[in-house]
């Protein structure tokens, strides 16, 4: 399966809310659905996240002959001139174990190291995730630090860029 990235849109607000609505995608990153009110922020806050950096930002992910939205994406920085981006992603369960979260971490990284500015990008996982732990060790990351986020816990990986 092809897929590409593509920066989410007004428009998209339908298929982000499928996605953070569904528990067993928000399962390892929340531990609850999130309703519609909340989701509606969180994607107003994303469109204006993804006006910082061209290239950067929050990504659908879809399948490339069918144009099906399979998730989401992002390589995100908090400020425009940041040094370091945050990678993660969330999937559709239906397209969970067709190798879809490897495809698209690759392309995030090398996204990552094109850009000049950034130094180290860095992924905040729950530790019982051990698949996307395994993606990210397979490309480089190296486990930095397990910390509490919002009493939810997280493993915090991180792969360092050296630019020429």
Known sequence: MIVKLEKFTEADFDNYFKLVNN???MEMIT???IEREEAKKDF?????NNKLQHDLGNFK????????????????????????????????PNYWGKGIASKVGQKLIETGKKQNAIKRIF??????????????????FVSEQFKDFDGLPGEI???KLTKP
């Open 61 to 92: 992910i879809i399948e490339e002959e069918t144009e099906k939205f399979l998730g989401l994406a992002k390589l995100e920085i908090k400020e425009a001139d940041s040094h370091e981006a945050e990678l993660g992603y969330m999937i559709m």
């Open 123 to 140: 992924a905040i996982i729950d530790p019982k995730n051990i698949p996307s732990r395994k993606i990210l060790i397979n490309n480089g």
């Open 157 to 159: 990986l991180e792969l």
């Open 23 to 25: 528990a067993k995608v």
């Open 31 to 33: 531990e609850r659905a």
């Open 44 to 48: 107003e806050n994303l469109l204006e």
